[in-house]
């Protein structure tokens, strides 16, 4: 059964930065392409940053381009996603995601609050 739990969010002021975490459990992390997502109240999901099976390639949305990183750690099944410069408008409840066999896995989230 997969498990993905997210941590690292919380309460930011503009400007700061956030590192979120994404602990993967029942399947082999290393094999897999992950990605974090991000929803805002009111507003659909939308993709934020995707890293490759051995974290070689790396994809991210136009919004946060040169200000997160996206990185995994297989010895320890995680990802990570660093957060700079984050503006109010990156508030949003953050989730990582994989695709087994066609079927999509999401955690729980994490909220991430940027406000002063």
């Known amino acids: 059964q997969v498990q993905l739990v997210e941590s690292g969010g919380g309460l930011v002021q503009p400007g700061g930065s956030l590192r979120l975490s994404c602990a993967a459990a029942?399947?082999?992390?290393?094999?897999?392409?992950m990605s974090w997502y991000r929803q805002a109240p009111g507003k659909e999901r939308e993709m934020v940053a995707t890293?490759?099976?051995?974290?070689?390639?790396?994809n991210y949305a136009d919004a946060v381009k040169g200000r997160f990183t996206i990185s995994r750690d297989n010895a320890k099944n995680t990802m990570y996603l660093e957060m700079n410069s984050l503006k109010p408008e990156d508030t949003a409840v953050y989730s990582c995601?994989?695709?087994?066999?066609?079927?999509?896995?999401w955690g729980q989230g994490t909220q991430v609050t940027v406000s002063s």
């Open positions: 995601s994989v695709v087994l066999k066609g079927i999509p896995s």
């Open positions: 029942g399947f082999t992390f290393s094999t897999y392409s």
């Open positions: 890293i490759s099976p051995l974290g070689g390639r790396t």
